[in-house]
């Protein structure tokens, strides 16, 4: 294809195709087959009793369940795409006619039992169960002793699910478990498939010998239900790990007491025990465990050998020999976790440090894993004082490291990281500190009071200055991409009406339903236009453009292979580019605090660590491609109820342990040229407004120099939101007040012109 000039894809639209030999690439066979890859390596084995998987040649099984025809590919809302198709479980199976026999019959009950449901409104996803006609449970039985459960779960953004007996999320409907009964009582071999989004009860058939084996499919995309029937029948060896822990109660959760307790806010009282953090450390919590962080097993075996640890400058090394040891291929996730001394500062027993996926193993090959983390990285955040106030700090003692395949499965290794006296390893400005959090978590399982404060946010000065000078012949934008004009001089070209209508959306062009950036078209500036995700390019539907479903992100995690999802990131990309759309809204990475949150789905993992490293590798694919990503939601999105209103209260630790940690490593590893604030309040602060986040964390102590932009049709400021260092407002309707604040000289030309130079230097960077 003859090259473009500059912007021509956003100025004229013109869908041309990117593939080799003027093929279309959106939706291609090629990017189909990865999504499928993914869902392959994203596949959890929970449980396997007496090697009944994989399915022996010429197995035969009978599938129950409303979800084999009901298969959920994505979540709903901005994370939803359209493809041209979905395979759902009964075809994917049919699909392996060669390997395994399906009782037809059964399955077409299911089959007219959705559509009907479907025709009378019913949403998929959110069919009820259906009864077991005893007829058919008759002729299944005498067909087959193998039988096949399959459960799935639907959530959406704007709304959590609840566990409170009108929807069962979490544990078993009736329904379920009245079908469940049905089938372990009357098949020798019962294996469960899981098409979920997010965490839900795994008790129910991790201890129940009536049920042999267990897949977690996740919400695997267009051919995420064919990638179950390959791990079924053998053809691909499962290799996916949880980045979630199994609790046993929803109730376990220590997020759970509080999550509904108010639409208004939401007290973090278990501070930075999340997740593992919680469960590893918290006496007697351990053994309400079903299956730890980490966890996975496979259809082959795997031997962790000659693993050792060193120490050089600042930097500690662990390498380790991976060999499979049984009969089949497949790859091993090695990980790497520590435990930090106990001290004046509260610390969880385990922390992941590193991770990396061996290549695909055959029986007796071997593998040396070097991983590698900074001493730093082990360090706690003190925002008490304990011992030096406002800073990250490595407490005196001895650091232990631990490598193995999952958090409970791990050795400790003879080195030992040695500090004689406590080290500062970064002194800080207290930021974002809660006013009224009342409690939070020990290690010990008590809780500590937090007294209330009164806290005033610091404000910061806008350094940028720009004057109104209009030019006798006016320039143009890409006159500062050819260097004949400066960025600041182009901008001085610009009016104050000009400069405010930069900093709200455009409307739709194109393909493109969620608006655009930029957009004054007598000073040539284009207009970009966005895209939701991060399953895919969400196209709507009436466009007639399909693009590929990825599986969502919290199976691109349980992948552990962040070159797998870089590849999902180039992928997307490509697809937007395609259609001409220049940024696209992924990837989100706020962490599974609780089960209910209704966006879990798009979200990675309840490990930060896990979260940022696979952000990262997700802005580079897209990005390297010339497509803007926008990393999502800044910050502490952990809930959808009252979303543009509730206020999440948490302690400065836990903000930057915890829920600010994966934006961080993604911000330093990958260099996002944008960044999505969220609806939400934090310690009482909308984080669209929040400067302290945005100028004083973001931009003043990770080094973003990118763009912010809020959420569509947020509850906020705009005056407020550009003051504070949040640039963009979305989408095209919402300009609100910068305007007349702007004439009533509560907001100067240099904060808005600054907001602009940000947004400018996003475009002269597209292609």
Known sequence: MAKMDKWARINYKPVLPLGENNTKITGCREHVELSRTVAEEGTVLLKNECELLPLKKGSRVAVFGKAQIDYVKVGGGSGDVFSEYTVNIYEGLKQKSESVEVFDALSEYYKEYVALAYKDGAKNGMVPEANVPEELLREAKSFTDTAIITICRYSTEGADRRNDGTDDYFTLSREEREMVNAVTDNFKHVIVLLNVGAMIDTSWFAANEKIDAALMIWQGGMEGALAAANILVGEV??????????????????????????????????????????????????????????????????????????????????????????????????????????????????????????????????????????????????????????????????????????????????????????????????????????????????????????????????????????????????????????????????????????????????????????????AGIPTPMTADGPAGVRINR??????????????????????????????????????????????????????????????????????????????????????????????????????????SVLSERALREIYLRGFEICVRESRPKLIMTAYNRFNGVRASENAELLCGIVRGEWGFDGLFTTDWNNAASQTTEVLAGNDIRMPHHTRFDLGEQYKCGNVSRNSIAVCVKRLLEMILWLK
């Open 237 to 522: 060896t499962p290799s996916g790990k949880l980045v979630d822990t199994c609790a046993m109660d929803f109730g376990d959760y220590p997020s759970s007491e509080g999550f509904h307790e108010s639409p208004d806010y939401v007290k973090y009282t278990e501070d930075i025990f999340v997740g593992y953090r919680y469960f590893e450390t918290v006496p007697g919590k351990s053994e309400r465990v079903v299956y730890p962080f980490g966890y996975g097993l496979s259809y082959t075996t795997f031997e962790f050998t000659d693993a050792e640890a060193a120490e050089n400058d600042g930097e500690i090394t662990v390498s380790v020999n991976v060999k499979n040891t049984g009969k089949r291929d497949g790859k091993e996730v090695v990980q790497v976790y520590y435990s930090a001394p106990k001290g004046k500062m509260t610390k969880p027993a385990l922390e992941l440090a590193a991770f990396a996926k061996t290549k695909l193993l055959k029986p007796g090959e071997m593998q040396t894993i070097v991983l590698k983390y900074a001493a730093k990285d082990m360090a706690s955040y003190d925002d008490m004082g304990d011992v030096c106030k406002s800073a990250w700090v490595l407490e005196a003692g001895e650091y232990k490291v631990f490598v193995g395949a999952s958090v409970r499965d791990v050795c400790e290794l003879p080195y030992k990281y040695n500090l004689a006296e406590n080290v500062i390893v970064e002194k800080l400005t207290e930021y974002c500190p809660p006013k009224n959090l009342g409690k939070r978590l020990t290690a010990s399982g008590e809780y500590v009071s937090v007294p209330e404060r009164v806290y005033e946010s610091k404000r910061f000065a806008t350094e940028y200055v720009n004057e109104y000078k209009p030019a006798e012949e006016r320039p143009r934008l890409i006159d500062v991409y050819k260097g004949s004009i400066t960025l600041d001089e182009f901008i001085s070209t610009l009016s104050d009406e000009e400069l405010i209508s930069l900093l709200c959306g455009k409307v739709s062009q194109g393909v493109a339903n969620t608006g655009g950036f930029g957009g004054v078209s007598q």
């Open 542 to 647: 009436g466009t007639g453009v399909r693009t590929t479903a990825f599986p969502v992100a919290t199976m691109i995690a349980c992948t552990w292979n962040t070159e797998l999802c870089e590849k999902v990131g180039e992928a997307g990309a490509l697809e937007a580019l395609e259609n001409n759309l220049s940024i696209w809204l992924t990837p989100a990475l706020n962490i599974h605090r609780s089960p209910l949150c209704g966006r879990n789905f798009e979200y990675y993992s309840e490990d930060p660590f896990v979260s940022g490293k696979m952000a990262a590798a997700m802005v580079r694919g897209i990005q390297s491609k010339g497509v803007v990503a926008t990393p999502k939601h800044l910050a502490c999105n952990n809930k959808e109820t009252n979303r543009k209103e509730s206020d």
